[in-house]
């Protein structure tokens, strides 16, 4: 099945402080992976890919985990801001150009 | 770029009435995809098109949903007749050729029907 649920955890951090944001994924077939970001009344925005032929991937404070084998995503963020806050969805490519989005998290981040 | 532009940015609208929102792919991009965001279900696609062709609609809830691509940098999504469930967030994302999935999400168009 589809990695889409109702539930929407959050994840409440400290500025300053490291986040990880965790998605499982369903189709052992998926070759790509990509997280986006919502911000409050707001389009997702990209934040970064992967492929599935790799493990992790390291952009601007941020660092995507991958492991095929028990089908999880993560994201890292490094010294959390409050621009950061927003909801945070991951998604795969499942066949074509299609992507399907996991339920999303919530981050919180306190100053 | 300006990015995908979506319009109208909200919507209210009575139940029966027909909607049609509407949306501008980024330049050169060649494929288009329509979703609809709610609390209940999150982030769904509802259609998508490669070079203006339907590729895949199976997420298009019923007959009282259409989308057309007339040409490469308009698309329409209509509502006829809408009601109160249709209500949410309907997002337009654009894809270029370029060998990545990324997806360019436009502002959406917040949809409410009473």
């Known amino acids: 099945g589809e990695s889409v649920g109702l539930h929407l955890p959050t994840l409440s951090v400290q500025e300053g402080d490291n986040s990880i944001i965790n998605c499982a994924y369903s189709n052992s077939a998926s070759d790509y992976f990509i997280w986006y970001k919502q911000e409050s009344g707001k389009g997702p925005q990209f934040i970064i890919d992967?492929?599935?032929?790799?493990d992790k991937r390291q952009g601007q404070r941020v660092t995507v985990l991958l492991n095929k084998t028990v089908k999880h995503l993560s994201l890292q963020i490094a010294a959390t801001q409050p621009g950061d806050s927003a909801v945070y969805f991951c998604?795969?490519?499942?066949?074509?150009?299609?992507?399907?989005f996991g339920a999303g998290t919530i981050l919180r981040v306190k100053s | 770029d300006a990015g995908v532009i979506q319009s109208p940015r909200h919507e209210v609208t009575e139940m029966g009435q027909e909607v049609t929102l509407r949306c501008k792919p980024i330049s050169g991009h060649n494929s288009l995809f329509w979703y609809r965001q709610t609390m209940m279900r999150g982030l769904e696609l509802l259609i998508y098109f490669n070079n203006n062709v339907p590729i895949d609609d199976s997420g298009m809830p019923e007959d009282r949903f259409s989308a057309k691509m007339p040409n490469a940098s308009f698309s329409t999504l209509k509502i006829q007749p809408s009601e109160p469930r249709d209500s949410a967030v309907y997002f337009c994302?654009?894809?270029?050729?370029?060998?990545?999935?990324?997806?360019?999400f436009g502002p959406g168009t917040r949809l409410t029907v009473t």
């Open positions: 998604a795969e490519n499942v066949y074509g150009n299609k992507l399907v």
């Open positions: 994302a654009s894809l270029g050729a370029g060998g990545t999935y990324e997806q360019y």
């Open positions: 992967i492929r599935s032929n790799m």
